[in-house]
C-alpha cells in the first residue's frame, strides 16, 4: 500500500487506486490539518504502510534519522498536474513494487526526476 503525503493531492488516490490497490492519502489517516512530517511517517510505521509517496525532501531527513519502514517514493515532478503526476507514478508501478519488495535494497528511498 502506497500512503500520499499531503504534498500531494488528495485526488491522486482515485487516479491510481485501480493500479496501487489499497493506496491512500495522509487527510484519511485522521490526523488533523497540516500534520507534521514526523508524525505521518511515524503513523505510516505504525499501521505498517510500506510506502510514503511525496514531493517533501524534508522526509529524507526523518528517513536518515529515523530508517525505514516506510520506504520513500520520492517525487521531483515539479509543478505537474494532478493526473500526469498520476500518470508518472503508474509508468513507474513495476519499479515501485520492485523497490517495495526486494528486502535487499540499499537505499530506503527511491527518487523518480520528471524532466521536461
Known amino acids: 500500500m502506497i500512503l500520499c503525503d499531503e504534498n500531494l493531492s488528495y485526488r491522486i488516490v482515485k487516479k491510481l487506486q485501480d493500479h496501487f490497490p489499497g493506496i491512500t492519502h495522509v487527510t484519511e489517516l485522521g490526523l ?3 500534520p507534521e512530517d514526523e508524525q505521518i511517517f511515524l503513523t505510516a ?3 505498517n504502510l510500506p ?3 511525496t514531493n517533501d ?3 529524507l531527513t526523518l528517513i536518515d534519522r529515523l530508517g525505514p519502514p516506510p520506504k520513500l517514493i520520492l517525487l521531483r515532478t515539479g ?3 494532478t493526473a500526469r503526476v ?3 507514478l503508474i509508468d513507474r ?3 515501485s513494487i520492485e523497490f517495495l519488495e526486494d528486502p535487499t535494497t540499499e537505499s530506503p528511498e ?3 526526476t520528471h524532466r521536461r
Open 32 to 34: 488533523g490539518p497540516s
Open 45 to 47: 510505521r505504525r499501521m
Open 51 to 53: 510506502l510514503l509517496a
Open 57 to 59: 525532501l524534508d522526509c
Open 79 to 81: 509543478n505537474l498536474p
Open 86 to 88: 498520476a500518470e508518472f
Open 93 to 95: 508501478k513495476q519499479q
Open 110 to 112: 527511491l527518487r523518480f
